[in-house]
């Protein structure tokens, strides 16, 4: 699985943001870009800014945050009780559940930040080709509109629809794409990254099909003689592939933006498969946009002229 490291401060963000983040229709809505729906409570309604539902006359919310179906099973081990006492919520109820998608672990319980107490249900959902968290918040004052049947209920109608719309996908991102270079989207994780085949499956794996990841980060050095040991660190966090050998960087300038690039051969990891990669990080005003390429070397040839013409048409938006 490409960019490892990436999905697991993904994980690690979606955890924290459902314990921290601030219905019925007859059939499932669908929040922007997202692959999971459900049948909200209540008055929720999706929301305009991020993946999930809210009822602004409330502030009764629900969150999703899509994951990698294997990190499903790390992050349950890491939902403790005294992990999730921790953070501050006070743990009433675990159940396992049956859900369309699969299975999946439902924890309730009641949070009190500010002098402000309000009900939260996590839901982590495996199974299929997409996992997913799923974060409730109901604040005390909403809770008669809200009650817990109607919660559970909405979280137990959770589906997955195999398919995200493009336009969807690339909304969430801060920076739009000009040419996608026959390239087509299939995982947003966030609002900060975007992963790209050349291939039918929806697939992580490299070996099988060429995959560019786009992904926007704030920081980065601003003095411009620390950027390439900056971009080096990152290439070295390309933990699916082995026997890892740089054959080219340099210091380019594309468009008067500073962009330090890495090539490299290497071998999958799991199949031992001859690879080619590429690393671009363009570096901007206190952020950087990162560009990985990977495909097997008798793809490279047909791949590479794609990634670059796709890099060269990404633009902050406006």
């Known amino acids: 699985m490409l960019l490892r490291p990436l999905l697991a401060r993904a994980a690690a963000f979606a955890v924290a943001a459902l314990l921290a983040c601030p219905a019925h229709a007859a ?27 809210i009822d602004p006359a409330t502030g009764a919310s629900i ?16 939902m403790t009780a005294e992990a999730i006492k921790r953070q501050g919520l006070t743990e009433e109820k675990r159940e396992n559940v049956t859900l369309k998608t699969g299975k999946g672990l439902l924890i309730v319980g009641e949070q009190t930040a500010n002098g402000k107490t309000v009900r939260r249900w996590i839901l982590l959902a495996s199974g299929g080709d997409i996992g997913s968290l799923v974060a409730v918040q109901i604040p005390e004052d909403a809770r008669s509109k809200y009650p817990d049947a109607d919660v559970r209920a909405a979280l137990l109608s959770m589906v997955v629809r195999p398919i995200v719309p493009t336009d969807e996908l690339l909304a969430l991102l801060p920076v739009r794409f000009d040419n996608l270079a026959g390239l087509r989207p299939f995982r947003v994780l966030g609002n900060t990254s975007v992963f790209l085949t050349d291939g039918a499956k929806d697939t992580l794996e490299a070996a099988t099909q060429p995959i560019f990841i786009v992904s926007v980060a704030s920081g980065g050095p601003e003095d ?61 005003n206190r952020a950087f946009i990162r560009f990985v390429g990977a495909a097997r070397a008798d793809l490279w040839l047909q791949a590479f002229p794609k990634f670059r013409a796709v890099r060269d048409g990404v633009e902050p938006k406006t």
């Not at 059939?27 to 539902?53: C, E, N, Q």
């Open 27 to 53: 059939d499932p809505a669908f929040p922007l870009a997202s692959h999971i729906g459900l049948v909200a409570p209540g008055a929720m309604k999706p929301a305009p800014t991020f993946r999930g539902f």
């Open 63 to 78: 969150l999703i945050v899509e994951i990698p179906p294997e990190a499903a099973a790390r992050i349950e081990g890491e």
């Open 224 to 284: 411009p003689a620390n950027r390439p040991s900056f971009a080096r660190t990152l290439f070295t966090g390309l933990a699916e592939f082995k026997d890892v050998r740089i054959v080219g960087s340099d210091m380019l300038h594309l468009d008067n933006k500073p962009t330090y690039e890495i090539q490299a051969e290497a071998k999958d990891a799991k199949t031992g498969t001859p690879m080619k990669l590429v690393q671009w990080v363009r570096f901007g």
